[in-house]
């Protein structure tokens, strides 16, 4: 599968973005979807995962409350809803797939298989 991120941008400090992963070259079917972002001198941290046939979700401690991942099914799209934005959130976020949801996991990078390119959130006033 191939994955487009999109939806990055500058946004001010309490504001809102909405990131888009679009999968191609297969189905998300029994896949497990996953945000992840990385800031300039730090390491990949994750963010949120969906278990695209059951819509179970995932988010990491930091983001709880403000974050809401959802799919389309209709496009093969993953969107990642961040609200009340923090300085600490700006960093490049990443999409990524794993074919099969791994139970107990999927916060991890190693648990994925595919990534997308990065789409670069700016928080600032």
């Known amino acids: 599968v191939q994955l487009q991120a999109s939806g990055g941008g500058l946004v001010q400090p309490g504001g809102s973005l909405r990131l888009s992963c679009v999968g191609s070259?297969?189905?998300?079917?029994?896949?497990?979807i996953g945000w992840f972002r990385q800031a300039p001198g730090k390491e990949r941290e994750f963010v949120a995962a969906?278990?695209?046939?059951?819509?179970?979700?995932l988010y990491a401690d930091s983001v709880k409350g403000r974050f809401t991942i959802s799919r389309e099914r209709a496009k093969n799209t993953v969107h990642l809803q961040m609200n009340s934005l923090k300085a600490d959130d700006m960093a490049s976020y990443y999409c990524a797939a794993r074919p099969r949801w791994l139970v107990g996991g999927m916060t991890k990078a190693d648990d994925y298989n595919y990534w997308g390119q990065g789409t670069q959130v700016t928080v600032s006033s």
């Open positions: 070259g297969d189905s998300f079917g029994n896949y497990g």
């Open positions: 969906i278990r695209w046939s059951t819509g179970a979700t």
